[in-house]
């Protein structure tokens, strides 16, 4: 029999998935804007001279200038020392609350997708239950019994979150477990385990990868929304919606203050979300599809 | 080419471009000539580029394809010389499809009145009340019930058959002068089938369209067609009538094609055609068959063969009829083999899907019956047991709960004469490995994400504790037992061909050392020639490990060819058991007889016979008989009311019928008039 060579398809590796990705306009601009913004994060304390967080009485307001490239706030501090610091610990707390969430919620997914039966049913329902929940609402809630801060709001962020990728993983899953190979894995006594892990994770993950950025994204604007209703970072740590909230009553006054960290939020937000889109687009995720509930 | 041909095609080269622009050939060098009223068929292999010709033949290019050379014409017309206006008028006027799987091709939306007004207002001018009559008229052509019953229904109220009959009546509407039919019958019964081919046949006789058949089945194009064309690898490789070229095919790739179909008299697994179609598009030099072909020559490899006259037609060939090498059979033992242990045992084994749950108790919904009723199972080790059945008979259903992947209702399992748990997570892995299975569609039963390494290592992973080295060892020895390059190893299932994949899904169930195989419909997705190389794998395996096999499948020829025992099933219930001999001649139950009847071989002269009607069966009956509604022979009430008790013909043959077994015998042996093949002149119901 002679070898014939054939398109690898999807089961492929995955070297070319940049180059994939960078097919795309929206793409290549979320790509840059999601590095550039980690590259900030990372070589903040190498950009800026001024103090983040001392308070400065001589230099209360001021306008940009070469000296304060983006003004002063209320308390005299630097604005573009505060908002290239400000994304470093929103980063750090989604990246892991992200983790969490594609962790806990893909693998219950998984599990009920492999599972099936009563047990799907019921869980089923919980998750929808959940996802009735304004999100806002919980955090509040659970902010209030867990206490603020910055690290505690990990976990229920991880948790609110992962809720929805449940959904996500176990759609997937089920797509999957229809097939033979999974039907296959099943006949031959393997464990619910081995099949997650062997025969389901690898088809889903690309889903997942995708679904996290998503996810990601979301939990920055669910992060700075805490901020800026105090329950999340605490002054006088440099932190985008803390910095919208402390500053917002002078927005006629200073706008410089308040425009900034809210540039910065955003662009970081879009382009998350145009990297997930040409992520899924790369890797053939179509997340416009129905979700089966 | 005769001035008087209705479509002529001259020369016909077309194909797509590759990255370089460099043509890539679908379709290489056609020159074909169809005249008004002649029926044609195209047969071939998948990739063999027959729909492509087909749909030229109507001027329809796929996307990114284009002509290299030659041209179509439509009564002395270039079709691809006209303007894409006149193209889309001629199709549908005057040349009609009906596709693969007309089903799809329905709006599921419309009524079947208003689909087919649909396409009369299209394309004739007749007015609201002409077209009334015309509706009713070509209804009655296709021999659907009368309007008023049909033509209120939509698409998924009718039958497989019916949908069918429905497609064609569109077609027929338009009053086209030639039929393109893309399978017309693939994916349907073979009960159906046999309608529908009659229907087609008569069809061609009486309204004199010229018909165009596309094929991968030569029994279907036997009864179609009239002139055949071969096709391989884009090329006509042989073209003349069909009860030449089926008789005494000249060009060695048709005889081998033919060689390789597994037929009910003949007890043997066919001839295998090794090795694979060059792929579409692929340069070539020499003829494209030679690497395949047993009687090629160093001139074959070197350059083009011409196009040579046969006794029949032309065929594309150096030694068109010459060298006749008898191909080599597989013959089985005779006798049945029914001394190894007992590998598989069930008993009264009934399933029954949606036992309603809480909600349907509370409204006091009467059960639904079993799918699967009281079904006995015995294998014996390097015994096969066929279960044959059209679809709904149950086979898949007896298969899963076997395998502990669906619960059945009632019935113990036995594997190796110990009993087991009903579902697969409740046995021991000790008591799995003995019992494997190979599926229907090798593509969804390989995880495409794994390698054949990682897919063939976790059986090994699972039941034996081996070392890396016996591991490496074993696998070997796997991909030679399935005649496949150790190379192989590392690919994944999406850079093999389909008989390649359904090789490592067999070597994934021999890796377990199974006792018993379960197999199910393994070679119905595979085409004909690769077909016979997997029948020959598995019975070569089986020779050599003393396997049991379960073989499932809804072509009796196939399960002839490797069953020993044949367990025949309707809507879930036994209607024969026996050895396969017994099992395939008289005296038959009525639907194996109806079974027998809808047949088809690649021989012009026989007729498939029409004993049933083809109508939609709803839920399995609770009462009396399974078969009460279509049986040629229902004697009574007695078939409604009571269930028929197997009746013993001999050694471990059994018939579940009223009828006594001295009529039954009479009713169904070969001297009655509803016997099976010969120049039947049947008739529609």
Redesign the interface.
């Known amino acids: 029999?002679?070898?014939?060579?054939?398109?690898?398809?999807?089961?492929?590796p995955r070297s070319h998935l940049l180059h994939r990705i960078m097919a795309r306009p929206s793409g290549v601009i979320g790509l840059a804007l999601t590095l550039f913004h980690v590259a900030l994060a990372l070589l903040a304390p190498l950009l800026s001279v001024h103090d983040v967080s001392l308070p400065n009485a001589d230099t209360i307001n001021l306008a940009p200038s070469w000296e304060h490239l983006m003004g002063t706030d209320s308390l005299g501090r630097d604005v573009f020392a505060r908002v290239v610091h400000g994304g470093q610990l929103a980063l750090m707390v989604t990246a892991c609350a992200a983790a969490i969430a594609i962790t806990w919620g893909g693998s219950v997914g998984m599990l009920l997708g492999v599972v099936g039966g009563r047990t799907d049913e019921i869980a089923m329902r919980f998750v929808d239950a959940m996802l009735s929940i304004p999100s806002l609402a919980f955090f509040l809630l659970m902010a209030s019994v867990v206490g603020g801060g910055a690290w505690t709001i990990v976990p229920v962020l991880g948790f609110f979150y992962g809720v929805a990728v449940i959904r996500i993983s176990r759609a997937a899953t089920l797509q999957v477990a229809a097939?033979?190979?999974v039907?296959?894995?099943?006949?031959?006594?393997?464990r619910t385990g081995t099949i997650m892990r062997?025969?389901v994770l690898?088809?889903v993950s690309s889903i997942l990868l995708v679904e996290g950025a998503m996810q990601w994204s979301w939990m920055l604007l669910a992060f700075s929304s805490l901020s800026f209703l105090g329950y999340g970072a605490t002054p006088p740590t440099p932190d985008w919606g803390l910095m919208i909230a402390s500053e917002r009553g002078l927005l006629a006054v200073a706008p410089w203050s308040v425009l900034w960290p809210c540039a910065a939020l955003s662009t970081l937000i879009i382009g998350i979300n145009l990297l997930a889109d040409a992520l899924g687009k790369a890797l053939g995720v179509d997340r416009t599809r129905e979700v089966p509930g | 080419m005769s001035t008087g041909s209705l479509i002529a095609i001259d020369g016909l080269s077309l194909g797509y471009r590759g990255p370089a622009g460099d043509p890539r050939l679908i379709l290489r060098d056609i020159t074909l000539s169809l005249s008004p009223g002649e029926t044609v068929g195209l047969v071939g292999e998948s990739g063999s580029g027959k729909s492509t010709l087909a749909l030229a033949m109507m001027g329809y290019l796929g996307p990114g394809l284009e002509i290299f050379s030659g041209r179509v014409l439509f009564e002395q017309e270039d079709i691809f010389a006209l303007s894409e206006e006149a193209r889309r008028k001629l199709r549908g006027k005057r040349i009609a499809l009906i596709p693969q799987s007309a089903g799809q091709s329905l709006t599921p939306t419309l009524r079947v009145r208003d689909q087919i007004d649909e396409a009369l207002r299209l394309h004739t001018p007749l007015n609201t009340a002409e077209r009334r009559d015309r509706l009713d008229a070509l209804l009655h052509q296709v021999r659907l019930p009368p309007a008023v019953e049909i033509a209120d229904r939509y698409p998924h109220q009718l039958s497989g058959g019916q949908q069918q009959r429905v497609a064609i009546a569109m077609a027929l509407g338009s009053g086209a002068k030639a039929l393109i039919l893309d399978e017309p019958t693939t994916g349907l019964d073979v009960t159906t089938q046999a309608h529908i081919l009659t229907l087609l046949r008569r069809l061609a006789q009486d309204a004199g369209v010229t018909m165009i058949t596309v094929s991968h089945d030569l029994g279907v194009i036997a009864q179609l067609a009239e002139q055949i064309a071969v096709m391989y690898a884009g090329e006509v490789v042989e073209w003349g009538s069909a009860a030449g070229v089926l008789s005494a095919p000249a060009h060695p790739y048709p005889r081998a094609l033919l060689a390789s179909i597994p037929r009910l008299d003949a007890q043997e697994v066919p001839a295998a055609l090794?090795?694979?179609p060059p792929?579409v598009g692929d340069p070539r030099q020499g003829c494209a068959f030679a690497?395949r072909c047993s009687i090629a020559k160093d001139a074959c490899h070197a350059s083009a063969p011409p196009i040579q006259p046969t006794d029949h037609g032309t065929a594309r060939c150096f030694f068109p009829a010459g060298m006749d090498v008898a191909p080599e059979r597989l013959q089985r033992p005779q006798s049945p083999r029914r001394t190894g242990v007992l590998v598989l045992e069930a008993r009264d084994l009934s399933v029954r899907y949606g036992t309603g749950g809480l909600f349907a108790r509370l409204l006091r919904r009467e059960p639904r019956p079993d799918a699967v009723a009281q079904v006995e199972v015995q294998v014996r080790g390097g015994e096969t047991l066929g279960l044959v059945g059209e679809s709904g008979s149950g086979k898949s259903t007896i298969l899963r709960a076997l395998?502990?992947?669906t619960v059945p209702r009632t019935g113990q399992v036995a594997i190796v004469g110990q009993p087991v748990a009903a579902s697969?997570?409740d046995?021991a892995?000790k008591t799995?490995?003995p019992l494997?299975?190979i599926?229907?569609?090798a593509d969804?039963?390989?995880?495409?994400?794994?390698t054949v390494r990682?897919i063939l290592d976790?059986?090994l992973r699972?039941y034996f504790d081996l070392s890396p080295d016996e591991t490496v060892r074993r696998l070997a020895d796997l991909m030679a037992a399935v005649?496949?390059?150790s190379?192989y190893l590392d690919r994944?299932?999406?850079?093999?061909?389909g008989g390649?994949k359904q090789r490592i899904g067999i070597a994934?169930a021999f890796a377990?050392e199974p006792r018993v195989v379960l197999c199910d419909e393994v070679t119905s997705a595979l085409d004909v020639s690769v077909q016979a190389a997997v029948l020959r794998l598995i019975a070569r395996l089986q020779e050599s490990h003393g396997t049991g096999y379960v073989f499932v499948s809804h072509d009796l020829a196939v399960v002839q060819a490797v069953a020993d025992r044949i367990a025949v099933l309707y809507q879930g219930r036994l209607c024969e058991v026996g050895p396969a001999a017994a099992v395939f001649a008289p005296p038959y139950h009525p639907y194996t007889q109806v079974l027998m009847g809808a047949i088809l071989t690649p021989d012009p002269s026989t007729r498939p016979a029409l004993l049933t009607d083809d109508v939609i069966e709803g839920a399995p009956l609770s009462v009396g008989c399974p078969f009460q509604n279509r049986c040629p022979h229902k004697i009574g009430s007695i078939c409604q009311t009571e269930t028929p008790p197997a009746r013993r013909f001999g050694e471990e043959h059994s018939i579940a019928c009223h009828i006594d077994p001295a009529t039954l015998c009479d009713l169904t042996s070969p001297d009655t008039p509803a016997q099976r093949g010969g120049p039947a002149t049947t008739d529609l119901p």
């Open positions: 029999m002679v070898a014939r060579p054939r398109s690898s398809g999807t089961g492929g097939q033979d190979f039907m296959a894995a099943k006949a031959r006594g393997e062997r025969e690898p088809n | 090794e090795g694979v792929l690497p395998a502990g992947l697969v997570s046995r892995i799995i490995q494997q299975m599926f229907q569609n969804s039963a390989l995880n495409p994400r794994q990682e976790a059986p699972l005649r496949l390059p190379a994944f299932p999406s850079q093999l061909s390649e994934r377990a």
